[in-house]
């Protein structure tokens, strides 16, 4: 069954780093593009980054450019995101997605907290 695994949260100082990893299972990973969003107490879920099949594109959000990096390694079928400079207002749970066409698949997050 597909399985989409995060893990690497946790707790963090303003102006630290941390790298979240997701570990897919399930379906053909390199056929899907991936996300991470992110949820804040009481908020919607909004998109952080985005990175195509091969690797070769990426979206950020205007709030995480020039912080934070996706990346995905297919022949591990994992995608990372590494978060600097991080902010309290960075912190959420966070959510890796694969997506193709009409399929949709989620983690089940991880708790990244910004605080001194």
């Known amino acids: 069954q597909v399985q989409l695994v995060e893990s690497g949260g946790g707790l963090v100082q303003p102006g630290g780093s941390l790298r979240l990893s997701c570990a897919a299972s399930g379906f053909t990973f390199s056929n899907y593009a991936m996300s991470w969003y992110r949820q804040a107490p009481g908020k919607g879920r909004d998109l952080v980054a985005t990175?195509?099949?091969?690797?070769?594109?990426?979206y950020y959000g205007d709030s995480v450019k020039d912080r934070f990096t996706i990346s995905r390694d297919n022949a591990k079928y994992t995608v990372y995101l590494q978060m600097n400079s991080l902010k309290p207002e960075d912190t959420a749970v966070y959510y890796c997605?694969?997506?193709?066409?009409?399929?949709?698949?989620w983690g089940q997050g991880t708790q990244v907290t910004v605080s001194s």
């Open positions: 990175i195509t099949t091969s690797g070769g594109r990426t």
């Open positions: 997605n694969a997506h193709r066409s009409l399929f949709n698949y």
